[in-house]
Nanobody
Framework: QVQLVESGGGLVQAGGSLRLSCVASRRDFTYNTMAWYRQAPGKQRELVASISWGGGSNYVDSVKGRFTISRDNAKNTVYLQMNSLKPEDTAVYHC????????WGQGTQVTVSS
């Protein structure tokens, strides 16, 4: 069973930046396409950004040009650089594979104040 540990969230003003990190306990888990998901209160979880083993990435339209996903395969780590944050980015952010598997970590809270 894999463990995913997300970190890097916090409280930031609109326009600010945060960098999220996700470490997987098993290297073979990260051979998959990895993604960052987020869930805001009262809303369904949505896939925000994904990155393949080779580095190809995709983003939901609402974060294009502001967020950048990257990975360090040697460290079993996936990152999400978030710039120009908006209040609507407020959510709990999780990492997982695409498609996701039932190995959700605790997530990391991102709160953007206006």
């Amino acid at each position: 069973q894999v463990q995913l540990v997300e970190s890097g969230g916090g409280l930031v003003q609109a326009g600010g930046s945060l960098r999220l990190s996700c470490v997987a306990s098993r290297r073979d888990f990260t051979y998959n396409t990895m993604a960052w998901y987020r869930q805001a209160p009262g809303k369904q979880r949505e896939l925000v950004a994904s990155i393949s083993w080779g580095g190809g990435s995709n983003y939901v339209d609402s974060v294009k040009g502001r967020f950048t996903i990257s990975r360090d395969n040697a460290k079993n780590t996936v990152y999400l650089q978030m710039n120009s944050l908006k209040p609507e980015d407020t959510a709990v952010y999780h990492c997982n594979t695409v498609p996701s598997v039932p190995s959700w970590g605790q997530g990391t809270q991102v709160t953007v104040s206006s």
